[in-house]
């Protein structure tokens, strides 16, 4: 029998209280009546079945009707349907849209077969400030043939490249990369062929696999492209595969990859390092385990070529660790915002259903008198609330689906995945759990709660709904947590806003006003020779200087912040230095008139002029901060220096330009004149950034520019075309995002603070009308009802802002890496914190406390 | 209180509530009593489960096909039980159902699937 009622428990319990015992009668009755273990048996089963059938049917039946009720229930009350349903929906849009793009970004495999066994490997050269250096290919070359831990191991590097054969000349990036970069990755082409080994050997023919967007945009789709010929800088290509539409790497943007071929003096010299390093992991193999057998491998290469490797490790981390830790920070300082913005959600819809379950006592007295069990009515509340929760979920994602775009900033570009999360059903799963969490937690507080109170003491004639003492300290609790979790989101918001425009604040080095940057690469070998592309930058810059509404107009290497490497050792006064302790410095070459056109200033010698070219003595102009350097306080002028491959005589120096980017240090800079370099040397630098300064709106000139550059050379592309300022806001777009996300978070958090307190007050007004009638009566001025209200009000605030006050502390100790040139314990954020909350707080109070001053005793008195 | 709805409105009836309903129309019964009655009436063919029974009782309390009475005491009844009675709702409904048999039955006839009275 004990079976027997273990059964009945599957039933539901207003079914069970019904019917429990009869069914157990019933089955006892036959129980007697079965003779022999054969009838037993099958009773059993027959019982057993019966139960598994119907007690879920049962249970559905329920739930169709609760819903059914809820709805009802809901419609005639659709205001506060309505605001319930946007509380929550806020509540786990914003939670969907974070953890989408955390998920998309920290935590979500990446798109590659086995991904966890995928490696980067770097020099780590920590020593100087360097702990993922790219590797030299000599280097890499033995790191391959030494290591056994890896399966496969390929190294590639970003370049970018003109493609001529697809219409007009097309300025792309790319990589180029050692045959067996797929194989490693494990990702084959979606058509044709990959690279393969056989192609980075030399003379064999030049490969060019193409990505899926490059195929449909340019090609047509075609399947005849494959074996197509194209000029990738110049040189016949034949294409023979197109990649997978997904696939993303390096980056999101890489358009072509061909194969890594090295020359003589590459395969030589080990202190240029300048190759990415990725290796799958052999199966069985930990990362610890690569780790040890590089770092081995490392200390025989710092042996043998004491010069180049001395102090130089080998870093292996897994390809998802390339996120920078600071795009982590930030994602995670947001879905720690989310989770407070759900969870203030979460306490207002609480206090929300709370209020209402409470106003509806009477109605559940009647229920509760006329049959209905306890059981029946928390489930029908939960039921209620389950709607209510999933009606905001549905909401919340729909609106998550159209807001994740916008915070697509965040995906770092340099992860090999797509742009933005989409909306799949990994999303909308993790979005139902938080829909389900929302509506179970929440909702079973309140059913519970009223379910208790529901008794006959609810149909007393006068019974008061929400008075009852616990249920006001449970809002009470609430409000006080929405207070404290509001100011904790205001200092987070605070300190990153300044933070941001700390940094907006940082002199970049340069005059980004009325600047329009554009890139016009030149394809090689034509440009190879210093002299032919010298008279390239000459045509251009003379004819874009007679533009009218064109100041000054020069070309450079790459524009700050958009090129952030480029390092070089170097040696000054004649001091040889081994090259890894060796200062570096940032090299790039300029044509005359740079300086004037982005407005660095010179700060003492000379611009480069027209007689600085090849033949003559070779000239730089460096910053201040090389200066201070080499010879702090001394005159500069005229010192020498070496540095890539060149001895320089210092004729000029000039402003520090944050290279590097607004929030970093950048090394100092050392510029050349590009008419001094050898024919086909330091080529990777050869000049493609032009920079126009104007008179008005510089994208007004973008025609007439155009024009200029095709004159000089209509097979140039010109690509890149923006002013200069979105440059530098390019450097702080992810920061932005983020703040006004967290922005927004913050305005709804408090909102909905103000909004918990009000209705709060609201109720207790309403619940106590008698109550204040009668202090009326016995003679309690209006001031004295108003201050009674307020400082209830008031004292809600100050006891979640004093809570609040010591979570803020703590959370903007754990964002201290994501701030700028702010203090996090800086007082004038808190204070101007908690000032916003007492605003808060008095605009959630007054109305309910107005209202109190207009009971009329007489009336309140009457309705007892 | 509610219209009552057509009979019609609740056909095709489920099987076992038109089980009960025959065993119901012959006078009041408590559950076990239909059980019995059910399976003694197809001999041995239907035995309701005691979940089927008292779902559908449920059901049919609700939707006033019968009713609970108090056990009548010269009837000899089980006082611990419970008793169930059809209403005239109930009964038309277990008739319109049964005519709705007859006339799938009548069809099968027609189109020769069937040659004798079942």
């Known amino acids: 029998m004990r079976w027997y009622h273990a059964l009945l428990r599957l039933y539901p319990q207003s079914f069970q209280a019904e019917y429990g015992d009869e069914m157990a009668a019933i089955f006892a009755a036959r129980l007697r009546g079965a003779a022999g273990w054969q009838p037993l048996l099958s009773l059993w089963l027959e019982a057993t079945l019966d139960a598994v059938v119907n007690a879920p049917a049962l249970h559905a039946d329920l739930l169709a009707q609760d819903v059914r009720l809820a709805a009802r229930t809901l419609r005639r009350t659709p205001a506060f349907a309505a605001a319930a349903v946007l509380i929550a929906a806020l509540g786990i849009g914003a939670t969907t849209v974070t953890f989408g793009v955390a998920d998309h970004v920290l935590i979500r495999p990446l798109p590659f077969p086995d991904p966890d066994r995928l490696v980067k490997l770097y020099q780590d050269q920590t020593f100087r400030g360097y702990p993922r250096m790219e590797v030299s290919p000599p280097n890499f070359l033995d790191w391959k043939r030494d290591s056994r831990s890896f399966e496969r191991l390929a190294a590639y590097t970003a370049q970018s490249a003109t493609l001529v054969g697809a219409g007009e000349p097309l300025r792309m990036n790319g990589a180029i990369a050692t045959g067996d970069l797929f194989a490693t990755l494990g990702v084959p082409a979606a058509l044709g062929r990959g690279l393969t080994t056989a192609d980075d050997r030399d003379g064999a023919e030049r490969v060019l696999v193409i990505s899926h967007r490059l195929w449909t945009t340019q090609f047509g789709g075609q399947s005849s492209t494959i074996g197509q010929s194209v000029l990738l800088d110049d040189n016949p290509h034949v294409i023979v595969g197109v990649m997978p539409p997904h696939f993303n790497f390096p980056s999101r943007e890489a358009a072509y990859w061909a194969p890594l071929r090295l020359n003589a003096s590459q ?27 590089m770092n081995t491998i490392a200390v025989q290469l710092a042996q043998a070529y004491p010069a180049a490797n001395e102090r130089n490790g080998i870093a292996v981390v897994t390809l998802r660790d390339e996120v920078s830790w600071r795009s982590r920070q930030m994602l995670w300082a947001l879905a720690g915002a989310a989770l407070c913005m759900l969870l203030i959600a979460c306490t207002n819809l609480a206090s929300l259903l709370l209020s209402r379950a409470l106003g509806r006592q009477r109605e559940l007295a009647v229920r509760a008198a006329l049959g209905a069990g306890r059981e029946r009515l928390v489930r029908q509340m939960l039921t209620e609330n389950l709607v209510i929760a999933g009606l905001g979920g549905a909401l919340g994602s729909a609106a998550a689906v159209v807001a994740v775009p916008l915070v697509a900033r965040l995906v770092p570009t340099t992860l090999p995945v797509p742009e933005s999360p989409g909306m799949d059903l990994r999303l909308l799963i993790g979005s139902l759990g938080v829909t389900l969490v929302t509506g179970l937690v929440f909702g079973t507080m309140p059913a ?44 987070c918001a605070a300190l990153l806003v300044q933070s941001l425009w700390r940094v907006q604040d940082v002199n970049p080095g340069f005059d980004t006003t009325g600047v329009l940057t554009m890139r016009t690469a030149l ?30 107009a020069a070309y450079i290497s790459f524009l700050p912040m958009v090129m952030r490497g480029g390092i070089w050792p170097v040696t000054v006064d004649g001091r040889a230095e081994d090259p890894n302790s060796a200062h570096t410095a940032s090299l790039r070459l300029v044509t005359a008139g740079f300086f004037e056109t982005m407005r660095v200033p010179l700060l003492t010698g000379r611009d480069f002029q027209d007689r600085d070219v090849q033949g003559a003595q070779r000239v730089a102009i460096v910053s201040q901060s090389f200066v201070d350097r080499h010879w702090p306080g001394q005159d500069a002028l005229g010192r020498r220096v070496s540095m890539a491959f060149a001895d320089l005589t210092i004729v000029g120096v000039v402003g520090d330009v944050k290279v590097r980017g607004l929030e970093r240090d950048s090394e100092p800079q050392v510029y050349m004149p590009s008419a001094q370099v050898a024919d086909g040397s330091l080529m990777f630098y050869a000049p493609k950034d032009l920079v126009i300064r104007t008179h008005g709106a510089p994208m007004a000139l973008v025609p007439a520019v155009r024009a200029a550059v095709a004159s000089a050379d209509p097979q140039v592309p010109v690509s890149d075309i923006r002013p200069l300022s979105d440059v530098v806001e390019d450097d702080t777009a992810a920061r932005s995002v983020q703040v006004r996300v967290l922005a927004a978070f913050t305005a709804m958090a408090v909102a909905l603070a103000a909004a918990g307190l009000h209705s709060l007050l609201a109720f207790t007004v309403s619940a106590r009308t008698q109550e204040i009638g009668v202090r009326m009566a016995l003679g309690a001025t209006r001031a004295r009802i108003l201050r009674m209200v307020m400082v209830k009000g008031l004292a809600l605030a100050a006891m979640g802002t004093l809570a609040g006050s010591l979570l803020a502390i703590w959370a903007a100790g754990a964002l201290r890496s994501l701030l700028f040139g702010v203090d996090p314990w800086e007082p004038t954020v808190y204070l101007a914190a908690i000032g916003v909350c007492a605003g808060v707080a008095l605009a959630g109070s007054v109305l309910p406390a107005l209202r109190a001053t207009r009971v009329d005793p007489i009336e309140s008195l009457r309705a007892e | 209180m509610d219209l009552q709805p057509v009979p019609e409105s609740l056909l095709p009836l489920p099987p076992a509530m038109f089980h009960i309903l025959l065993s119901l129309a012959e006078g009041d019964r408590h559950g076990y009593a239909i059980i019995q009655d059910v399976s003694a009436r197809t001999d041995g063919e239907v035995t309701l489960g005691a979940g089927t029974l008292y779902r559908s009782i449920q059901r049919m309390l609700e939707q006033e096909l019968i009713i609970e009475v108090a056990p009548d005491p010269s009837e000899n009844a089980d006082e611990r039980r419970r008793y169930y009675r059809v209403t005239p709702f109930g009964r038309s409904v277990a008739r319109a159902e049964a005519e709705r048999l007859a006339s799938l039955v009548k069809l099968a006839r027609a189109s020769g699937l069937i040659t004798r009275k079942a």
């Not at chain 1, 069985?284 to 780790?291: D, I, K, N, Q």
């Not at chain 1, 004639?461 to 409000?479: I, K």
């Not at chain 1, 034509?526 to 000054?552: C, D, H, I, M, W």
């Open chain 1, 267 to 293: 395969l030589e010299d080990r202190t240029n390092w300048w190759l990415h390093g990725i290796g799958r992991l052999k199966t069985g193999v930990t990362l610890t385990e690569a780790r040890a057998e």
């Open chain 1, 448 to 491: 519970l709660k009223v379910a208790a109170t529901a008794t006959l003491a609810g149909l007393r004639e006068g019974a008061r709904a929400g008075t009852g003492r616990a249920t006001e300290r449970l809002r009470s609790a609430l409000v006080v947590a929405e207070v404290s979790i509001s100011l904790v989101l205001l200092v």
């Open chain 1, 523 to 552: 394809p090689v070998p034509k440009y190879e020779p210093t002299q032919s592309r010298e008279r390239f930058y000459q045509q251009v810059l003379s004819n874009v200087r007679s533009v009218p509404g064109v100041a000054q």
